[in-house]
């Protein structure tokens, strides 16, 4: 009973916890809450209703659905070059020892740690060097810089706890590099890759900044929001796009956050 009372946070630090927590969560709840309002020009508190037809008059909009298709298959595509990249550059990094290796390490994390305004000048930049035009690809290739990031971050972590007797034996019991990444490597990794492709997923998915600056007259959903917020026609609809953002976004995090809690707890780690 004593240990219990000596670990009970006090009452200030549960009130400022709360504080802190409704500050940030707050205005995505009235993102919601806004979705379902009957007033259609106007934030009004409170609503002077609520209704579900923005729901229908957002699923019959043609131009919701094509900037979702872009920036689904901008995510899907920035994650995927992000898993084999940051994959292949972890395992360079952590499993040997060479000259400049905690340079490159650094370079590669580099893009994150820039603001985006200086990532999307930069590509930018680029493409009009190299006459690249404006297209799908530009925008992917602006997302895979941090993308890569996110899976490198992960991956690299994973395969420092991660034991190098375990692939020694394998190799000794006289399996092959095929068998060794299948049967040792992927199962020690996997859930590490798994989170570090949703984190990019969903970093992508919400991204605005090197998306201005690499879509050209391409709009993918936040740059679509962020439009209809400047030039709004109808305001429940931008809340209930916004609203199914938060979801999209929001499920791999929780995702990756269960995935990944018990990463410690790797086979051969510590021998």
């Known amino acids: 009973m004593h240990s219990d009372r000596t670990h ?47 729901l229908g008059v957002t699923w019959n909009r043609p131009d919701v659905w094509e900037a979702l ?23 360079a990094v952590s499993g040997s020892r060479f000259f400049g290796r905690e340079t490159i390490s650094l370079l590669v994390i580099l893009p994150i740690a820039l603001p985006g305004i200086i990532t999307g000048i930069a590509l930018r930049s680029a493409f009009s060097i190299a006459d690249i035009p404006f297209s799908v690809w530009t925008i992917v290739l602006g997302h895979a810089t941090f993308c890569v990031v996110v899976v490198y971050n992960n991956a690299i972590a994973r395969f420092r706890r991660t034991s190098g007797s375990l692939i020694e034996a394998s190799m000794d019991l006289g399996a092959d590099g095929f068998q060794t990444l299948r ?70 995090i929780v995702a990756a956050y269960y995935l990944t809690r018990g990463g410690a707890e790797i086979a051969g780690h510590g021998k």
């Open 183 to 252: 049967y040792v490597i992927l199962p020690n990794i996997g859930t590490a890759l798994v989170a570090g492709g949703m984190l990019a997923f969903a970093l992508s998915f919400d991204e605005v900044i090197v998306t201005t600056f690499t879509a050209g007259q391409q709009a993918t959903l936040p740059i679509w929001m962020l439009e209809e917020l400047v030039r709004p026609r109808q305001r429940p609809v931008t809340n209930v796009v916004a609203m199914v953002v938060v979801l999209v976004t929001l499920l791999p």
């Open 69 to 91: 298709g872009l920036s689904l298959k901008v995510a899907s595509i920035s994650t995927a070059i992000a898993l084999v990249l940051g994959t292949l550059c972890a395992a």
């Open 8 to 54: 009970r946070a006090p009452l200030g630090l549960k009130i400022a916890a709360a504080a802190g927590l409704l500050f940030l969560h707050l205005p995505i709840l009235l993102i919601f809450v806004y979705a379902f309002t009957t007033e259609e020009r106007s934030y009004q508190w409170p609503p002077p209703g609520f209704t579900l037809q923005w």
